[in-house]
């Protein structure tokens, strides 16, 4: 289930690699985690910033191991998707 979101954004930045700036840094993961929802965000920076696996962001937020996939998965998903739509925009 993750793999398959990580695939979708490793696939929309592919898609719209020649539109990038190498003068500007790649900062924009953070600059998006405000547009997921609270949860999405909350197990995005667990796992993917902090590196916490599943089960240790399931105990730091006391949610299950299947909501954090859960939210880790559709924050990926929304994260593709306003990649796409920006790149769509250029």
């Known amino acids: 289930m ?3 979101a990580v695939q979708d954004v490793l696939r ?4 719209k690699r020649h ?6 840094p790649f900062g924009s993961c953070q600059r998006l985690l405000p547009e997921l929802k609270p949860p999405q965000a909350g197990a995005m920076r667990l ?3 902090e590196g916490c696996g599943v089960e240790e962001a399931s105990r730091a937020s006391g949610q299950s191991v299947s909501v954090i996939e859960v939210h880790v998965h559709r924050g990926l998903e929304r994260l593709a998707d306003i990649v796409r739509m920006a790149g769509d925009a250029d």
């Open 2 to 4: 993750t793999e398959d």
């Open 47 to 49: 796992v993917e910033r």
């Open 12 to 15: 929309a930045i592919h898609e």
């Open 19 to 24: 539109t990038c700036d190498p003068a500007r």
